[in-house]
């Protein structure tokens, strides 16, 4: 695929980009369908363990891929993935690391929508590729973020300020095309209102070597912990976000102000 000037001009703007239709190849969706399925059954086989771990009241677990993520990296390069990157981002394909991971959303009514919030700070730079297992549509959990929210280094009180009550954009995706956004664009996921999980495979595009980016592609599929820990301390504070909403906003807008 050839990045024109407008595309390159939407990501620098905007902070992300859709390209739909990406990879038109039936053994990748059959790909695909094969690995939504595994997900599944890996979460229904160890479901108690997974409803221990962070993130697991919210309803939104982090999967680790381990030697799968490989195969559809494997797709992507086909596509000449490492050349779209450099044209909408300036990295050389010899000068960033690539990580799979992904995230998994409880069916309904399992989930709940998360606080809007940056993966990460601005430096070093990351940028996240993101791809749909199935359909995700406007009821099962798309992500949503705020446009242009990526330009800047903010706290959280001037997040809400500048940003909350503007138009934010959805994202929903076919199987087949790919969503490259900055990780520091604020942004959340949404509630699944439908019977089935929601799966999401994300490659994190690091600059630079990041310590804070250990995925372990020597493993089997499973699941971690997502925005809180699975210690006591970050349970209450997940407990706190899912029944007391307007609490924990306040919380973490004044916990900003200082």
């Known amino acids: 695929m050839i990045i024109s000037e407008d595309n390159k001009n939407q990501f620098e703007n905007l902070g992300y980009i859709k390209i739909s239709n990406f990879i038109d190849d039936k053994n990748y969706k059959s790909l695909c369908s094969q690995l939504n399925a595994e997900i599944n059954k890996k979460f229904d086989d160890n479901k108690r363990d997974v409803m221990q771990m962070g993130g697991s009241l919210i309803g939104n677990v982090n999967i680790r891929l381990g030697n799968k993520g490989q195969l559809i990296w494997d797709y992507l390069k086909k ?18 690391e690539s990580f799979a991971g992904g995230n998994l959303l409880f069916p309904y009514p399992k989930s709940y929508n998360q606080i809007f919030h940056t993966d990460g700070k601005k430096e070093p730079r990351k940028i996240i590729l993101s791809l749909c297992l199935n359909e995700v549509n406007n009821n099962n959990g798309p992500t949503e973020l705020y446009e ?30 790919i969503f490259i956004r900055e990780a520091f664009i604020w942004h959340r996921g949404t509630r699944n209102k439908s019977k089935d999980t929601r799966i999401l495979v994300n490659f994190i595009i690091s600059e630079n070597k990041n310590k804070d980016l250990n995925y372990d592609t020597s493993h089997e599929i499973s699941f971690f912990d997502n925005m809180f820990s699975s210690d006591l301390r970050g349970k209450v504070k997940e407990f706190i976000d899912v029944k007391l909403r307007p609490v924990y906003f306040f919380y973490k807008f004044f916990r900003s102000l200082f």
Do not use: A, C, M, R
Not at 79 to 96: A, M, P, Q
Not at 150 to 173: G, S, T
């Open 79 to 96: 596509n000449n993935i490492e050349d779209v990157i450099y044209s909408l981002t300036g990295i050389e394909k010899d000068k960033f």
């Open 148 to 177: 242009k929210s990526h330009k800047d280094e903010i706290p959280y009180w001037k997040f809400v300020f500048k940003y909350f009550f503007k138009k934010k954009y959805q994202l929903q995706l076919s199987v087949g095309d």
